[in-house]
Structures are given as C-alpha cells and as structure tokens.
C-alpha cells in the first residue's frame, strides 16, 4: 500500500520558517513526480508547488515564489517544502500528493492525511 | 480567482444524475488534460478522474468525465448520499507563471 506521511507543521510567527516533510512508501519514489498543496480553512484547494522526479524541474505558484522551496532525496523517498518569510495567509492544511508519472503535470492519485500549518503571533 | 471556473454548488437526489462544470481556457482546458477530485468532508482529496476521462483503480464507473473545448464535466450518475463532497476540477496551465490550478470547487448536496 502506498502512503504519504507529511510532518513538520505547526504554528509560527509572521517572518517565520517551517521545513514540511512527507515521506513516502510503498512505491518507487523515484519515478513519480511529486507536489504540495494546501487548503486554508474553509477554502478550496491550491496548488503550491511541484517537482520532478530525478528533482531537476521545480515549479510554484505566485504565492510562494521566492519563499518556498521543494526538494527531493530519492535515497531517503521523502520530498521537502522549506517555506520562509510566512505570512498569516500561508495559513492552511498542506497536503503531500504523489503524480501518477515522471512529470509534474501528471494528476495526482495518492495524497498525504494533511500537516496543519498555522501563522500568527 | 481561478481560472478555472466551477458553480460553487450542485445538488441532487438520491438516484438522479447530475453533472458538475469546469469552464477554461484554450492555454489551459483547450490544451491540456483534466483531472477530478473528491473531498469528502474533513478528509484529503482523492483522485477521482485523469487524462478528462479516465477512472483509477476502485473508481466506481457512475463516476465520468468529459471535456470539450475549453470545458469540461463531471458527472455522477445514480447518486448517493456517499457523494455528498466538494469536487475539484485541476489542470495544468503552462501559460502560467505557476502552472498548477484548481478549480474553486463545488459542493455537492445530495437532498
């Protein structure tokens, strides 16, 4: 059975740093794409960024460039995002989610139970 | 806002059929595939069709996508009180600067 196992979050102040992590098994972590998303409370979902998987591509959304960083250890099959100057609408429910391929535009068909990050002083 | 565009809301009875929309454009829709989520509630997201119409594994087959265009649709059929969820329309936009989209989801009431 694969699984994801996100880890990490929690709550911070404004100008703050949270490194998530998700560690996945079950499956070949390195020939699958892998990506995160988020969820603020009672809101949709957004895509927040993705990577390829030998890690050479990376791709964000608007919100986190320049703050968010993903990466990828296929020795260790866990994926990272490192997130900086946080702000209060960073606040939301960051899912891990596996691509069905190599490719970051693949859809995603398995995803972690969720880490809660909060940001307020 | 996304770009793409879902009804916020959708409702049905137990049995009926009913169908969700997802409107696009020709740099996203027009050009790429389309996937569908559920999200149950107080759960995480789960894969429910890819590539516009294709069904996962333990997808039940009343679950089926299809698009045209720059749109493209869910639709449930023989409905039942389990469906009741928010559903996600995604893709892949490369005119994008972040290239992963959402769709702003639709709440789906089974009356």
């Known amino acids: 059975e694969v699984q994801l196992l996100e880890s990490g979050g929690g709550l911070v102040q404004p100008g703050g740093s949270l490194r998530l992590s998700c560690a996945v098994y079950?499956?070949?972590?390195?020939?699958?794409?892998m990506s995160w998303v988020r969820q603020a409370p009672g809101k949709g979902l957004e895509w927040v960024s993705a990577?390829?998987?030998?890690?050479?591509?990376?791709y964000y959304a608007d919100s986190g460039k320049g703050r968010f960083t993903i990466s990828r250890d296929n020795s260790k099959n866990t994926v990272w995002l490192q997130m900086n100057s946080l702000r209060a609408e960073d606040t939301a429910v960051f899912y891990c989610?596996?691509?069905?391929?190599?490719?970051?535009?693949?859809?995603?068909?398995?995803w972690g139970q969720g880490t809660m990050v909060t940001v307020s002083s | 806002q996304s770009v793409l565009t879902q009804p916020p809301s959708a409702s049905g009875t137990p049995g009926q059929r009913v169908t969700i929309s997802c409107s696009g454009s020709?740099?996203?829709?027009?050009?790429?595939?389309v996937n569908w989520y559920q999200q149950l509630p107080g759960t995480a997201p789960k894969l429910l069709i890819y590539?516009?119409?294709q069904r996962p594994s333990g997808i039940p087959d009343r679950f089926s996508g299809s698009k045209s265009g720059t749109s493209a649709s869910l639709a449930i059929s023989g409905l039942q009180s389990d469906d009741e969820a928010d559903y996600y329309c995604?893709?892949?936009?490369?005119?994008?600067?972040?290239?992963?989209?959402f769709g702003g989801g639709t709440k789906l009431t089974v009356l």
């Open positions: 989610a596996k691509g069905m391929t190599t490719v970051p535009w693949s859809a995603f068909d398995i």
């Open positions: 079950g499956v070949t972590f390195s020939s699958y794409a």
């Open positions: 990577i390829s998987n030998s890690g050479g591509a990376t």
């Open positions: 020709s740099s996203n829709i027009g050009s790429n595939t």
């Open positions: 590539s516009n119409n």
């Open positions: 995604a893709i892949w936009d490369d005119s994008l600067n972040g290239p992963g989209v």
